[in-house]
Each structure stands twice: as structure tokens, then as C-alpha cells.
């Protein structure tokens, strides 16, 4: 078998599997699209151990939440967009450790702050003039009346005041190229990615080691090109899959080792195209085919889903 004669098979195998209408797993009581460990979600997607919420893109440890994308680890929070570790807020922006605010943008461990522009450490603060507390608790009440529009575009005039990060993130080290990256090493080019290191060109993923070419995925180590899957080990062109140990070219596939152009397998070892093999069997067939897909350049870009 060659490479072309093998891809060709695996995409007959790939329009031969049923397929499901929606990607989530582990979850209870919930609507939407690629939602793992949630409970109680409508309209969601994209979400990791969210609960009670509704309308959430993105996000992941949200609870009681509405209307809010790319936020974490938050409760009671509206409208929110690159929120982290925010409670009881609405209508932030790129805000972390912050409290019972509204309408602010870049603030970190802050509270009662409304309207505010890149504050750390403040409270009762309204438009980044600082107040007491008895006035702060006057004025706000009357500025919430207002009309959502009107607040923000008095927000946005603030925001042209203030200098802005080129990038978003802390607790990274080597790690100059992308944007929302928090707590990862050695990453190059990545967005929207947490607790990775010595890995490049990763978008919202997490928990990455030593990986490449990775979206909407995580918990791998030594993997390539994966899309939506996640504990993987030394696995390359993968989608939609779990658990997966020394295998290339799965999809849909779940706790399988040494497989290689599967497609829907669970609990499974040295398979090709789907054919149960012996160990011996798949080492002869696999190594001089993986070796030839590589020196020919050939992944997976011509395979349709």
C-alpha cells in the first residue's frame, strides 16, 4: 500500500461513517455544540466545565453566566468578553480578579469600578475618578439607568486615553509571539492558549506539551496537527478524538493505541483503515507508509469530513 491508495481508502472510510449531528461530551441538560463536562447549558459552545448558563462562546469554569465569550473561571457575570476570574460583573472586557464592576475595560483586582479604563488595585471608582464609598454607591445608580450604548461609547473615549499592552497575558515565560497566553513556556505564536510550553502556532487549546498545529484542543503531549481532541500522546493529524496513544489519522476515535488511518474506533490497537491487524502486521505495513506520507508531504488537506 502507498500513500495515495491509503488516503484514498481512509476518505471512503470517512464517508462511509455515520457521523454525529453535534460534537459534546460528558455533559447534562445542555444545548449546543462542543461542550465537554457542563451541565445545564442553552445555546452554548465551545465551553469546558461550565454550568447553569446560557449563550457562552468559548469559555471554560463559567457558572451562572450570559452572553459571554472567552472568559473563565467566572460566575455571575453578563456580557462579558475575556473576562477571568470576574464575579458578579457585566460588560467587561479583558478584566481579571475584578468584582461587582460594569462597564470596564483592562482592569485586574479591582471592585466596585465602573466605566473604568485600566485600573489594578482600585475600587469605587467611576470613569477612573476615584470615589468614596457613599458617593460611588450614589453615582452609579444613576449612571446605570443610562442606556448600554450610551455608557460604552463614553468608555470608548477613556480607552483612547490610556496606552494599551501589544499583548494579553501574564505568568509566561519565552513566550513573545500571539496573544491571550497565560501561565505556558517556550510557546511560539499561539492564542488563546493556557498551561502550555515548548509548543507553536496552538489556538484555544490548554494543558499542550510539546505540540503543533493544534485548535479547540488539550491534556496532549508530543502531537501534531489535532483538531477538538484532547489527551492525546504522540499522535498527528487527529480529529475528534480522545485518549488516543502512538496513532495518526484518527477520527472519531477513542482509547486507541498504535492505529493509524481510523476512523470511529474505541478501545482498539494496531488497526489500519480500520482492519484488525497483529502487532507484527501493523509494524511492517505502518512504518514505510508513515515514511512515505512524510517525505511526500502528504497530510490531511485534501480529506473531506
Not at 461513517?17 to 460534537?23: A, N, W
Not at 465551545?46 to 459571554?68: E, G, H, K, P
Not at 470596564?104 to 466596585?112: L, Q
Request: hydrophobic letters at 25%; charged letters at 25%; proline letters at 2%.
Amino acid at each position: 500500500m502507498n500513500a495515495k491508495i491509503f488516503l484514498e481508502e481512509l476518505q471512503k472510510i470517512i464517508w462511509s461513517q455515520p457521523k454525529t449531528p453535534f460534537r459534546s461530551n460528558y455533559t447534562e441538560n445542555c444545548e449546543g455544540d462542543q461542550l465537554y463536562y457542563c451541565k445545564n447549558m442553552i445555546n452554548c459552545f465551545d465551553c469546558l466545565r461550565c454550568a447553569d448558563s446560557t449563550y457562552l462562546f468559548d469559555s471554560m469554569m463559567c457558572t451562572n453566566c450570559f452572553d459571554c465569550d472567552y472568559s473563565s473561571s467566572s460566575e455571575l457575570c453578563y456580557e462579558c468578553v475575556d473576562a477571568d476570574k470576574c464575579f458578579n460583573c457585566d460588560f467587561l472586557e479583558d478584566c481579571s480578579s475584578t468584582r461587582d464592576s460594569s462597564y470596564s475595560y483592562g482592569c485586574k483586582n479591582c471592585h466596585n469600578v465602573f466605566g473604568c479604563v485600566g485600573l489594578q488595585n482600585k475600587s469605587y471608582c467611576i470613569f477612573n475618578r476615584q470615589l468614596t464609598e457613599d458617593e460611588y454607591k450614589e453615582k452609579v445608580e444613576k449612571y446605570k439607568n443610562l442606556p448600554p450604548e450610551k455608557i460604552l461609547k463614553m468608555v470608548s473615549k477613556i480607552k483612547k486615553l490610556y496606552p494599551r499592552t501589544q499583548t494579553h497575558g501574564w505568568s509566561n515565560e519565552n513566550s513573545p509571539y500571539g496573544d491571550y497566553v497565560y501561565n505556558s513556556k517556550n510557546c511560539y505564536m499561539c492564542f488563546n492558549m493556557t498551561n502550555s510550553e515548548n509548543s507553536g502556532y496552538l489556538y484555544d487549546s490548554q494543558a499542550c506539551k510539546t505540540c503543533y498545529d493544534s485548535t479547540f484542543s488539550g491534556d496532549s503531549e508530543l502531537t501534531y496537527e489535532f483538531i477538538d481532541s484532547e489527551f492525546l500522546f504522540n499522535c498527528s493529524y487527529t480529529l475528534y478524538s480522545s485518549y488516543c496513544h502512538d496513532g495518526s489519522y484518527l477520527i472519531y476515535c477513542a482509547n486507541v493505541k498504535n492505529c493509524l488511518g481510523c476512523v470511529g474506533l474505541y478501545h482498539k490497537q494496531y488497526c489500519i483503515l480500520n482492519r484488525q491487524l497483529t502487532q507484527e502486521e501493523y509494524e511492517r505495513i505502518s512504518k514505510p507508509l508513515l515514511e512515505e506520507l512524510k517525505k511526500s508531504n502528504l497530510g490531511w488537506g485534501n480529506l473531506v469530513f
